[in-house]
C-alpha cells in the first residue's frame, strides 16, 4: 500500500492492510506523537487528520487511508495549526500532555470549517476527544484566542521544540557536591534542573524553574528541568523526598513544591554564590559588589559575564559560606503572573518521550492478558493460535498473566486475541461490587473489626443529651485512575549486568526494589529513566505487580536477549485494579438545642491503602489504623469536643492504590455530607454551623467565608437552582460553593463552581488555578459517574471508558479560582480541589430536592449533567 | 456468536446489538464489530456508530414511546 503521510508518500506492507492506522503510524512509520488511549474510539488521543478531517486512527484500518492524505502532529503545519498551538502554549493549557497532539489537531479541524466557532460548536466539536487532567475550560478559551488571532492578522511564528537534556549517572564528586545534583549550568547558556518530583501533569517542572530561575537571578527562558532518579549514594539518596524526611525518592501526597521550596531554593542560591565568587575572582574585585541580573553578572567597573562564561569556573569553587535564598520581598516571579510551562511545546508538538514511546534498539513489545477476576491464576494456556500471528515471537506465563511478545504492538495485540486461557478462579476474589458493598455495610453497623484512632471526650453521652441527631451511612465505589497513557514500562539488560527501567514512576526507589527482586540482582544494579507520565493520579506509585514487574520477568523469561517493552491495553489496565477502594462510612451526629454540634462520632470500613506502599505503610499504617484510609476523618479543620473515629480495615483481593486525594476522596464526602445534614435536622444555615466550629481554624474560616460571598451564598437563586457549600483543610484551606439547576424531566446540571484556595505563596498562580480547575473536574468525574463494577462471580465489568464515563468538554461546568493572598509556605495543590466535589454536590441536591444522596456516584440515583 | 439478532435499547443508554448482522458504511465497505456491540442512541457519540458512553454525561432521555 502507499500511503501519504504529511505530504511524503510512504510504502506499507500489505500485511498491515487491516491493521489500525494508529500503529502503523506509530510502530511501522515511527511517529510516536499520535497517542493511544482506549482502542475502541472513545477517547480520541489518537486523532490525526485525514483529508484534514479529525479522525480516530486506532478505529481507521490502513487500507481505508489509502488515497488520502494523513496529517499527524508531527507535520501538521500552517496558520491555523500555528496560531492554535501558540494559544495552547500561552494559556498554559497543556497538564499532562498526553491527549493535546489529539486536542488541538481536532481544534485545528474545527477551526478550518468554521473559523469563529461559539461554545456550543466548540463543545459539541471538542467532546470526542477526553482529557484526565481536566483541561477542557482552558482548551475552549484557546480555540477562542486561535480564532481571534487569525482574525486580527497573521498568524503567529511555529512553535520549536528544544531538545531535551540527556539525563546521565551522578558521579561521585558531582553527588557529594550541594548543587550539582540539582542545578547544572551548560556551557551553552541552558540551566537545567533536576527534579526530584516526576513531572505527571501538575507543573511541579515549571514550579521548579520558576525558584531556580528566581533564586539564581537566571533568565526563566534558559531553565529546563528533566526528571532525574539514581541518586542513591553513601549519605542516602539526593533525590529523597525532603517532605517525608529525604529518606527515598518519591512523588506524592501533593508535597512536591512543599518540599522542594527549600532544598531547590537553596542549591540556586548556592549556585548563584558560587557564580558570584567565581566573578569575584576573575574580576579581583570584593564579592559584594557582584550584581546579577537574568542571568548576567556585572560589576560596576562595566564588567560583566554571563552565566555560562563563568560556570566551569564557579563548579570548581566550594559554595561560599551563609549562601541562603532571597528574602520575599525580592521576588521578581515568585507569585507573579506569566510564567508559561516549561513542558508544554514539546508536549503541543508531540514530541515529548512518554513511556509508550520509549524505543530500543531490538526491542520487543509485549501485552498481558490478565484474569477476569481478581486472584484467579493460569490453569491452562492453549496459544498455538497465537504463535502462528505474523510478528508474535513468544508467548510467556507470568505471574500476573500471560504475556503476548511481538515485533510490534499490533502483532502482539493480534496474538493476544487468539489465545485462550483458562483460568483458575479457586482463589479468586468471587464477590460482586454489590455483594462487596453489602459486606462494608455490614462490618460498618457491627463494628466488629472496629479499631478507634481518635477518641476525644465522650461522644456517646453527648449524642444521648442532643437534641437533634444524624445517623446516616454513605457509600463510595470502586475508582480507576483512568491517566490517558495506559500503564507502560520498557526494561533493558545491559552487557554490563546493569538493568535499565523505564517507566514514569512515582517512586523510582520502588522501580528499583521491584526490578531487581524479579531479576534476582542488587537493587543498585538498576538504572532508572523516569519518563514523563501521561498522567498519574497515583497510579504509578504501584511497587510490585505492575508493567515494570511484568516487563522484567518477561525480559527474563526470554533470557535478557530483548529489550522488552510491556503496553497495557485499556482493558488489561482496568483488570489490574490499584483501584481507590470502596469505602463505607457510618456518622452518628448531634447538636445540642442552640444547635451547636456537640457530638461526631464517624466509623469507616475500606481496604487499607497504604499497606502497598514500601516504607510509607511503616508510618502510615500504625497501630491497626490506615491513616491513608482516615485522612480528612481523623483530622477534620473543625473543633468538635466530642469526637470519635474508629475504622475497619476490609478484606479482599481487589488490589487498592493511592488515588488522587487519598482516604479524602471519600473520608470529605462522609464528613461534610454529614455536617450539612446536622445543619438541617438542627436548624442551621450551613455556613454559620461550620463557621463556629473553625474558631481554631482561621484560614479555613476565611475560604469558608470568602467562598460563600464570591458565590453570593445567601441571595436569591431562580426557581429550580440551589447552592450547596462546603470547606475543607485538605492540604490547604479552601471552601467550594457548587451551583446546580434542576431540568424539567427532574435532572440536575452543574452550572458553576466556586472554589477559593488558600495554600500559601502560589509560585505560579496560574499552575495553581490549573490544578484546582482539573481536580475539580476529576472529582465531578468520579461523583457523578464513576464507579469499578464487578458483576457475578466478581467479573471485571468495567473495562473501558464506555462504563467509565470521564466528563467530556459539553459537561464543563463555569468554574472560578480564587486564591488567597499568602506569605505562609506553599502547600500541595494538585489533589486539593478534588474531594470536595462530591458532598457540595450532594448539599446543593439535597437543598433543590429534599433528597439526601448518600451513595456515589450519584447517576445511582440521579441523572447529573 | 447467538444465532438470532436481538437489538435492546439500554435504559437512557445505547441499542445493544447482538446476533449475526452486517453492519455497512454509507460507501459500502463493512464495520467491523465484536458479536455484542452498543450503538449510539444518543446522538452524541464521537464514535458513531458505537456509543462511546457520552450519553451518561449528557442530557439524554431514551424513554421508549412504547
Given at each position: ?10 510504502e506499507?506492507d500489505?500485511?498491515?492492510?487491516k491493521t489500525?492506522?494508529?500503529w ?6 515511527g ?11 472513545f ?8 483529508d ?7 478505529q481507521?484500518a490502513?487500507?481505508r487511508?489509502?488515497?488520502?492524505t494523513?496529517t ?7 496558520p491555523v495549526v500555528d496560531?492554535?498551538?501558540n494559544a ?7 497538564q499532562?500532555?498526553y491527549c493535546?497532539p ?5 481544534a485545528?479541524?474545527l ?6 466557532p461559539d ?8 467532546s470526542?476527544n ?13 480555540i ?9 492578522g497573521p ?5 520549536t521544540?528544544?531538545?531535551?537534556p ?6 561521585p ?7 550539582h545534583?540539582?542545578?547544572r ?7 537545567v534542573?533536576y527534579s ?15 525558584i531556580?530561575?528566581?533564586e539564581?537571578?537566571?533568565d526563566?527562558?534558559?531553565?529546563r528541568v ?13 533525590y529523597?523526598n525532603p517532605?517525608?524526611?529525604g529518606?527515598?525518592?518519591i512523588?506524592?501526597?501533593?508535597n512536591?513544591m ?15 554564590a558560587?557564580?558570584a ?8 574585585v570584593p ?9 548576567v553578572?556585572?560589576h560596576a ?10 560556570a566551569?569556573q564557579?563548579e570548581?569553587?566550594p ?5 541562603q535564598?532571597?528574602?520575599r520581598?525580592?521576588?521578581k516571579l515568585?507569585?507573579?503572573e ?7 511545546v ?15 534498539p ?13 486472584g ?5 494456556i ?17 505471574e ?23 483460568w483458575?478462579?479457586?482463589e479468586?476474589e ?6 462487596l458493598l453489602?459486606e462494608?455495610?455490614?462490618l460498618v453497623?457491627?463494628g ?14 453527648a ?13 463510595l ?10 500503564n507502560?514500562?520498557?526494561c533493558r539488560?545491559r552487557?554490563d ?30 538504572e532508572?529513566?523516569v ?7 497515583g ?7 505492575d508493567?515494570?514487574?511484568?516487563a522484567?520477568?518477561i ?7 530483548h ?5 497495557s ?26 444547635g ?6 464517624q466509623?469507616i ?16 499504617f500504625?497501630?491497626?489504623v490506615?491513616?491513608?484510609t482516615?485522612?480528612?476523618?481523623v483530622d477534620?479543620p473543625y473543633?468538635?469536643?466530642n469526637?470519635r473515629?474508629?475504622?475497619t480495615?476490609f478484606?479482599?483481593?481487589?488490589p487498592?492504590?493511592v488515588w ?5 476522596s ?9 455536617i450539612?445534614?446536622l445543619?438541617?435536622a438542627?436548624?442551621?444555615?450551613p455556613?454559620d ?13 476565611r ?11 445567601g ?34 446540571h ?10 500559601g ?13 482539573g ?10 459517574w ?20 470521564i ?8 468554574i472560578?479560582?480564587?486564591?488567597i ?9 494538585g489533589?486539593v480541589?478534588v ?11 439535597a437543598?433543590?430536592t ?7 456516584p450519584?447517576s445511582?440515583?440521579i441523572?447529573?449533567y | 456468536?447467538p444465532?438470532?439478532v ?16 452486517r ?8 464495520i ?14 464521537s ?5 462511546d ?14
Open positions: 500500500m502507499e500511503l501519504l503521510v504529511n505530504g511524503a508518500a510512504v506499507v500489505d500485511r498491515h492492510a489500525p492506522l494508529l502503523v503510524l506509530r510502530d511501522v512509520l511517529l510516536h506523537g499520535t497517542k493511544f488511549g482506549c482502542g475502541a474510539g477517547c480520541a488521543a489518537c486523532t490525526v487528520l485525514i484534514g478531517r479529525n479522525t480516530k486512527s486506532c481507521t490502513t487500507e487511508a489509502v488515497g488520502k494523513v499527524t502532529v508531527e507535520g501538521a503545519s500552517g496560531a492554535v498551538r495552547w502554549h500561552e494559556r498554559n493549557v497543556v499532562c500532555g493535546q489529539g486536542q488541538t489537531l481536532a485545528v479541524s477551526l478550518e470549517s468554521d473559523p469563529s461554545d456550543a460548536k466548540i463543545d459539541e466539536w471538542m470526542g477526553l482529557c484526565r487532567c481536566g483541561t477542557y475550560p482552558r482548551i475552549r478559551a484557546a477562542h484566542e486561535a480564532a481571534g488571532t487569525l482574525v486580527a498568524a503567529p511564528e511555529p512553535l521544540a528544544f531538545q531535551e540527556e539525563v546521565g549517572r551522578l558521579t564528586e558531582e553527588m557529594a557536591d550541594p548543587v545534583p540539582y542545578i549550568i551548560h556551557d551553552d547558556g541552558t540551566i534542573a526530584s518530583q516526576i513531572e505527571m501533569g501538575q507543573g511541579i517542572h515549571t514550579g521548579l524553574a520558576t531556580v530561575a528566581e539564581l537571578d537566571a526563566f527562558e534558559s531553565v528533566v526528571n532525574a532518579a539514581n541518586g542513591t549514594g553513601p549519605s542516602g539518596d539526593v529523597g517532605d517525608i524526611g529518606a527515598f525518592q512523588t506524592g501526597a501533593s512536591s512543599k518540599g522542594a521550596w527549600g532544598r531547590y531554593r537553596l542549591a540556586a542560591a548556592q549556585a548563584r558560587r557564580l565568587a567565581a566573578a569575584a575572582e576573575a574580576w579581583k564579592i559584594a559588589e557582584i550584581r546579577i541580573d537574568n542571568g553578572l556585572r567597573s562595566g564588567r560583566q559575564a554571563t552565566f555560562a562564561e563563568l566551569a564557579a570548581r569553587l559554595v561560599p559560606e551563609g549562601a535564598p532571597k528574602d520581598s525580592e521576588y515568585i507569585g507573579r506569566g510564567r508559561l510551562r516549561v513542558d508544554s514539546p508536549k503541543i508538538l508531540g514530541a515529548t518521550r512518554f513511556t509508550i514511546d520509549v524505543s530500543i531490538g526491542m520487543l513489545t509485549a501485552v498481558v492478558l490478565h484474569p477476569p477476576r481478581f484467579a491464576t493460569v490453569a491452562s492453549d496459544d498455538d493460535a497465537a504463535r502462528a500471528e505474523p510478528g508474535v515471537t513468544a508467548v510467556v506465563p507470568i500476573e498473566g500471560v504475556a503476548v511478545v511481538g515485533e510490534t504492538f499490533a502483532d502482539a495485540q493480534r496474538g493476544l486475541r487468539a489465545l485462550s486461557v483458562e483458575d478462579d479457586s479468586a468471587r464477590r460482586s461490587s454489590e455483594e453489602a462494608h455495610v455490614r453497623e457491627s466488629e473489626k472496629a479499631v478507634v484512632a481518635r477518641n476525644d471526650g465522650d461522644v456517646d453521652e449524642l444521648a443529651d442532643a437534641a437533634s441527631t444524624v445517623d446516616a451511612i454513605y457509600s465505589p470502586y475508582l480507576a485512575h483512568a491517566t490517558m497513557e495506559p507502560n514500562a520498557a539488560m552487557e549486568g546493569v538493568l535499565e527501567v523505564w517507566a514514569s514512576t512515582e517512586s523510582p526507589e520502588y522501580v528499583k526494589m521491584n526490578a531487581s527482586a524479579v531479576a534476582g540482582i542488587d537493587k543498585e544494579e538498576v532508572v529513566h519518563t514523563l507520565a501521561g498522567g498519574s493520579f497510579l504509578h506509585s504501584s511497587a510490585e505487580r508493567p515494570v514487574t511484568e522484567v520477568e525480559a527474563r523469561a526470554l533470557d535478557w536477549k529489550p522488552i517493552k510491556v503496553q491495553l485499556r482493558e488489561e489496565e482496568f483488570k489490574v485494579g490499584r483501584y481507590r477502594a470502596m469505602a463505607v462510612h457510618r456518622v452518628r451526629a448531634g447538636a445540642d438545642s442552640d451547636r454540634l456537640t457530638a461526631f462520632n466509623e470500613v475500606a481496604e487499607p491503602t497504604s499497606v502497598n506502599l514500601p516504607f510509607v505503610r511503616d508510618v502510615m500504625t497501630d491497626g490506615d491513616f491513608f482516615t485522612t480528612g476523618a477534620p473543633a468538635i469536643e469526637f473515629l474508629a475504622s480495615n478484606e479482599s483481593r481487589i487498592t492504590m488522587r486525594s487519598v482516604g479524602n471519600h473520608t470529605e464526602f462522609a464528613r461534610e455530607s454529614a450539612d445534614e445543619a438541617g438542627a436548624g442551621r444555615d455556613v454551623l461550620r463557621r463556629e466550629l473553625l474558631a481554631g481554624s482561621p484560614r479555613t474560616l475560604a469558608l467565608e470568602l467562598a460563600a460571598e464570591y458565590a453570593g451564598w441571595s436569591p437563586l431562580p426557581e429550580r437552582r440551589s447552592r450547596g457549600i462546603t470547606c475543607s483543610g485538605f492540604l490547604g484551606h479552601s471552601a467550594n460553593v457548587t451551583e446546580i439547576s434542576l431540568d424539567d424531566r427532574e435532572r440536575v452543574v452550572d458553576r463552581i466556586v472554589f477559593v484556595l488558600d495554600c505563596i502560589t509560585v505560579n498562580p496560574d499552575l495553581v488555578r490549573a490544578q484546582v480547575e481536580g475539580l473536574l476529576f472529582g465531578l468525574s468520579a461523583a457523578a464513576g464507579e469499578v463494577v464487578l458483576g457475578d462471580g466478581g467479573e471485571i465489568v468495567t473495562q473501558n471508558f464506555d462504563r467509565y464515563p466528563v467530556r468538554m459539553r459537561s464543563v461546568p463555569a472560578e479560582v480564587h486564591l493572598d499568602s506569605t505562609e509556605p506553599p502547600s500541595g495543590v489533589e480541589s474531594p470536595s466535589v462530591a458532598p457540595t454536590l450532594a448539599n446543593a441536591i437543598a433543590l429534599g433528597t439526601r444522596i448518600r451513595r456515589l450519584f445511582k440515583t441523572k447529573i | 456468536m444465532d438470532e436481538t437489538i435492546t435499547p439500554s435504559e437512557d443508554g445505547p441499542y445493544i446489538v447482538s446476533g449475526p448482522v453492519l455497512v458504511a454509507p460507501d459500502g465497505h463493512e467491523e464489530h465484536p458479536d455484542t456491540y452498543a450503538m449510539c442512541r444518543c446522538g452524541h457519540s464514535n458513531k456508530p458505537f456509543c458512553g457520552t450519553h451518561a454525561t449528557i442530557d439524554f432521555d431514551g424513554t421508549l414511546a412504547n
